[in-house]
């Protein structure tokens, strides 16, 4: 069945450096999403891609869905701590599933 | 305020004892989906519902059931729960029913033991 893919597992950084994550789909997706997990919180939605090549930001966090709709990644300039957490990409390999890369937890220190 | 209601949060309970775990939305969502959430898998889709009395299958619906009899409630049920369930457990509305789910709007989560 179709995958989602996303590297790394994990990634610590100092305060103020950058961080990507990067989301890899075994076949096409109408569409991604991405969403931000806070230790013991639940996901919550940050982004829709939906054209190819794609670009989108908001402040410091820089979305991109490749040119074949079938990778994305998420780009955080100058993290912070508040930027802790797992961060998941999300695909529908058409209809209604939904499914989620296993997603990337960051660790910010300060 | 627009949310989604998980009930119970936490719960411990034994090997073949039913169980459901509610889940309720205030937003008049159509789409409503349920996720388990294990550590280094991410979150896989268990069934899923695009409407009253509209259910399927998602990646790991082995061990539960849903039903859809109203627009607002999507229950969990796991008719005989094993061990292999233990997980934490996500319940998820949208508005959108065509072309994907579009945004998702999460629950709190009900962590689930089975003894």
């Known amino acids: 069945g179709q995958q989602v893919m996303q590297i790394p597992q994990y990634q610590h950084v100092q305060e103020g450096e950058d961080f990507t994550t990067y989301c890899n789909s075994s076949?096409?997706?109408?569409?991604i999403q991405w969403y931000k997990q806070r230790p013991g919180g639940h996901p919550v939605f940050l982004i829709q891609?939906?054209?190819?090549?794609e670009v989108k930001k908001q402040k410091r966090l820089t979305f991109q869905f490749g040119e074949a709709k079938k990778n994305s990644s998420l780009h955080i300039t100058a993290t912070q701590t508040t930027d802790v957490g797992t961060y998941f990409c999300a695909g529908p390999p058409g209809g209604f599933k939904t499914i989620f890369g296993a997603g990337t937890r960051l660790f910010v220190k300060a | 305020e627009a949310q989604v209601t998980q009930n119970p949060r936490y719960l411990i309970t034994v090997t073949g004892k039913k169980l459901t775990v509610t889940c309720s939305q205030n937003m008049n969502h159509e789409y409503m989906s349920w996720y388990r959430q294990d550590p280094g898998l991410g979150l896989r889709q268990i069934y899923y519902?695009?409407?009253?009395?509209?259910?399927d299958k998602g990646d790991v619906p082995e061990g539960y059931k849903v039903s859809r009899k109203e627009k607002r409630n999507f229950p969990l049920i796991l008719e005989s729960p094993s061990p292999n369930q233990t997980s934490l457990y996500f319940c998820?509305?949208?508005?959108?029913?065509?072309?994907?789910?579009?945004?998702?709007?999460f629950g709190e989560g009900s962590r689930l033991t089975v003894l």
């Open positions: 891609l939906v054209k190819s090549g």
């Open positions: 519902s695009m409407n009253v009395e509209a259910t």
């Open positions: 998820a509305s949208s508005s959108r029913t065509g072309g994907g789910t579009g945004e998702l709007f």
């Open positions: 076949t096409t997706l109408s569409n």
